[in-house]
Nanobody, 126 residues
């Protein structure tokens, strides 16, 4: 059974940092691409960052490029999202996901979610 469990969310002032973790079980990171989505209040869920399972390349949505870093520890089957210089617009529930990866027409890469965690909340007050 595949399980994804997020942790590390919280309340942080603008400009601060948080590190999210996603503990995975029931599969290895060779099987699926893995990544983070987020959903802000009143908005649709959006992809934030992901790691390709074929070559380990990392991808970021434009709004977090240079501030967030995705990584994984394959020995621990755990994925991380280091979030620095947080902004109020980063507020939302952050979800860990795993699934097949695919390239977009614009050359980017995305996880096609097959499995989801329950999410961890990040609050960056204005």
């Amino acid at each position: 059974e595949v399980q994804l469990v997020e942790s590390g969310g919280g309340w942080v002032q603008a400009g601060g940092s948080l590190r999210l973790s996603c503990a995975a079980s029931g599969f290895t990171f060779d099987d699926y691409a893995i990544g983070w989505f987020r959903q802000a209040p009143g908005k649709e869920r959006e992809g934030v960052s992901c790691i390709s399972n074929t070559d380990g390349s990392t991808y970021y949505t434009n709004s977090v490029e240079g501030r967030f870093t995705i990584s994984s520890d394959n020995n621990k089957n755990t994925m991380y999202l280091q979030m620095n210089s947080l902004k109020p617009e980063d507020t939302g529930i952050y979800y860990c996901t795993a699934g097949p990866g695919s390239f977009r027409p614009d050359g980017g890469y995305q996880v096609v979610p097959r499995y989801w965690g329950l999410g961890t909340q990040v609050i960056v007050p204005a």
